[in-house]
């Protein structure tokens, strides 16, 4: 039976569509709907949460597969009053390949001061001897650009490995001071 044909079995399906579409608003509360609102709106809060917490669960699942505790290497930088040193860049290598390369902005440098720490690189490494190799620029004493490099050698074992790459002051020579040490 096709619908053009039969007006009075359109207009009752018309009706009936239009019965089911009002059916919620004749249900709403006669304060013009704000606590099914609120309800809807608690729903969604609840809903973005769970979104959040997810989000998390896969994030932490994520490094655990790419990096995994018995090949990870996580390195970090700090700095420690930085009155001799204004830094501007970060260029770090592990087995001279370059794994990192930071430009920082002013309001970086100052979150660093407050006492920030930088995740610069996370990757992984065979057990076994590797060279890190950290170069840092910017302004030394007396406004003077300045770049300076470090080197580390790691004896990386089964385990997670972290290294910490410091900026401090050497208040007897006035210069500043590039320490690497690793965290056990």
């Known amino acids: 039976m096709k619908l053009k044909s039969h007006p009075l079995l359109f207009a009752a399906r018309l009706f009936t569509v239009l019965a089911l579409l009002a059916a919620p608003l004749a249900a709403m ?4 709907g704000t606590a099914s609102l609120k309800s809807v709106d608690q729903d969604v809060q609840a809903l ?7 989000n998390r669960d896969l ?3 994520e490094e655990e597969l790419l990096y995994p505790a018995s090949t990870q290497v996580a390195v970090f930088l700090s700095v420690d009053v930085g009155t001799f ?14 794994v990192a390369n930071y430009l920082y902005t002013d309001r970086e440098v100052q979150a660093l ?15 076994g001897s590797h060279e890190i190799v950290a170069f840092f620029t910017g302004k030394g004493p007396h406004e003077r650009d300045y770049r300076r490099g470090t080197t ?13 790459l410091r900026i401090s002051d050497r208040e007897a020579s006035l210069q500043p001071e590039f320490v690497v040490r690793q965290w056990e």
Request: no cysteine.
């Open 59 to 61: 994030f932490k699942l």
């Open 29 to 32: 509360p006669s304060d013009g």
């Open 48 to 54: 973005k949460q769970q979104l959040i917490d997810l």
């Open 113 to 127: 001061h407050r006492g920030g720490v930088q995740k610069l690189y996370l990757g992984n490494l065979k057990a």
């Open 152 to 164: 580390l050698k790691v004896d990386k074992t089964v385990g997670a490995k972290y290294v910490e």
């Open 85 to 98: 040193f204004a830094l501007d860049s970060v260029t770090l290598k592990v087995d001279d390949k370059e």
